[in-house]
């Protein structure tokens, strides 16, 4: 075992699929006798599991950089040895880059490489040179990765698709990801079955594009994910299912359907519009309209009418006029959204939208995504509000800041505070709403 004795620290920024990834990696180590830790003072290896998707989150990780390479020449005058890794999408898209920005790194590794990790580790100290691992390997990580380790937690992730080839133009996930690529379903179902064992009440299944997901059966034949997560709702023990995130254009009838069908599917869905102009969402490549995306709500919200719906927006993509804009207000305002994650567009090298010339002045984006954060805002403080005096099953996760406090997930994945006994950890308990913020709920325990 390599890393008998050793401490590694993963340190995650990005999607909730470099979290599960993260968790993989920490696995993979583990199993080499590496023990987890998160005072990076203690680390004998560090990894920065990275996020490529804007500027300000590919940057952060240079300035993570310039510090853990101190930490490693002090460490070192102390006699121990520091190992840097950057994995996930900027090391992906960078590869050798970073190590001539940052020297101080060990080893480069992609998101399809995980499963070489231990290996390469320890190449990368007993050889004392940067190692750089970047392609897309023939073999599945997944099915060469150790079995998942029980998590110890209410909620889990599993990532059941992986990659895009919808190149979206203003988006690195098709370079960094690669094509799209969906795990069968016998390996999700034993993964599901695994995480229950452990006293998982609810899974996420993630993909950057969950809902495209076509995995083999046992008999080979393709599965929707309306199949997966119906087989996967017939797991005793397993409570909730969500799924994340969907493209509007691979929203079957099958998957909306499920959401009138099967009680354990919460009713939340996270739909990215990006922008409510029909000539932006062309540019952007993301071949539906605006019209389709108000006909596809109304058909999801009449299969399931209290589902909460989230989004991702972008403003100021190239070209992007102020009538464009206004198409984007008009649509939020009439679709209300439970939640949304707003961006300024941030050009990406190698993405066709970077290269277009009517790139949108920074103080024009800044202007647009207050006003949208504005009335997203307002969105959810009313959903929020309107839960007041109803009862919610609520899935207790953790503890909160104050004694005595637990802090669980209502089914629309609000946040929900309440003073509950801890033996109330990973239960669904009926809630009393009394109180909503901007981002959270609190409530009463009503009955367990
Ligand atoms: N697969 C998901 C998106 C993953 S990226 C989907 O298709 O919806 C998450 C979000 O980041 C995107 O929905 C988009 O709103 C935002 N984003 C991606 N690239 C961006 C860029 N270059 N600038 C600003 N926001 C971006
Ligand atoms: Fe990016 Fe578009 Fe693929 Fe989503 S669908 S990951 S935004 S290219
Ligand atoms: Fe970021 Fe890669 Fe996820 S770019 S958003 S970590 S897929």
């Known amino acids: 075992m390599s890393g008998a004795g050793k401490k590694v620290l993963v340190k995650t920024f990005g999607c ?3 979290v599960y990834d993260s968790e993989r990696m920490a696995e993979a180590l583990s199993a080499e006798g590496y023990a987890e830790t998160e005072v990076v003072e203690d680390a004998d290896l560090v990894i920065l599991n990275t996020c490529h998707i804007r500027e300000k989150a590919a940057e952060k990780v240079y300035s993570e950089l310039g510090r853990l390479r101190q930490l490693k020449s002090e460490r070192l005058k102390q006699g121990r040895e520091t ?3 950057v994995a996930g999408c900027v090391a992906q ?6 190590i001539a920005r940052a020297p101080a790194v060990d080893l480069v590794v992609g998101p399809q490489s995980y499963h070489r990790l231990p290996e390469l580790v320890s190449r990368a100290s007993r050889e004392r040179t940067s190692l750089i691992e970047t392609n897309f390997p023939e073999e599945d990580k997944f099915s060469h990765l150790p ?16 990659g895009c080839d919808k190149f979206c133009t203003f988006c690195v996930v098709p370079y960094t990801r690669g094509m799209e690529y969906s795990r069968p379903v016998s390996a999700i179902l034993a993964e599901a079955e695994a995480l229950v064992a452990g006293g998982v009440a609810e899974i996420t299944l993630l993909g950057q594009n969950v809902n495209g997901y076509h995995g083999e059966d046992e008999t080979g034949a393709a599965t929707s994910l309306a199949g997966l997560l119906t087989r996967l709702a017939s797991i005793e023990g397993l409570q909730r299912l ?8 691979d929203m079957s009838d099958d998957l909306i359907d499920a959401h009138a069908r099967l009680q354990k599917l919460m009713p939340y869905l996270h739909l990215p519009i990006q922008s409510g ?12 309209t605006a019209a389709e995306y108000r006909a596809l709500v109304a058909r999801i919200r009449k299969a399931r009418p209290d589902i909460a719906l989230s989004t991702d927006i972008i403003v100021g993509f190239p070209g992007e006029t102020d009538a464009d804009f206004a198409a984007t207000l008009a649509l939020v305002e009439e679709v209300g959204f439970a939640q949304a994650y707003s961006f300024k567009y941030s050009p990406r090298p190698g993405t066709p939208a970077a290269k277009i010339d009517a790139q949108v002045p920074e103080a024009v984006k800044i202007d647009r995504l207050h006003r949208l954060q504005h009335m997203l805002d307002g969105q959810q403080i009313l959903f929020n509000t309107a839960c007041v005096g109803r009862t919610f099953p609520v899935l207790f996760e953790r503890s909160g800041r104050r004694q005595g406090q637990l802090i669980g997930r209502s089914p629309y994945l609000q946040p929900v505070h309440a003073f509950a006994e801890p033996d109330l950890l990973g239960r669904i308990v009926t809630v009393e709403i009394l109180g909503a913020g901007p981002n959270s709920l ?3 325990i009503q009955a367990a």
């Open 277 to 288: 102009s029909d000539r932006i969402l062309a540019a952007m490549n993301r071949k539906h």
């Open 242 to 249: 969500r799924y994340t995130t969907s493209h509007p254009r």
């Open 16 to 18: 909730q699929m470099n």
């Open 147 to 162: 079995r998942r380790a029980p998590r110890h937690a209410a909620s889990a992730f599993l990532t059941v698709q992986e």
């Open 93 to 98: 898209a960078e590869g050798a880059e970073i």
């Open 442 to 444: 609190s409530g009463v």
């Open 83 to 85: 190992m840097i890794a």
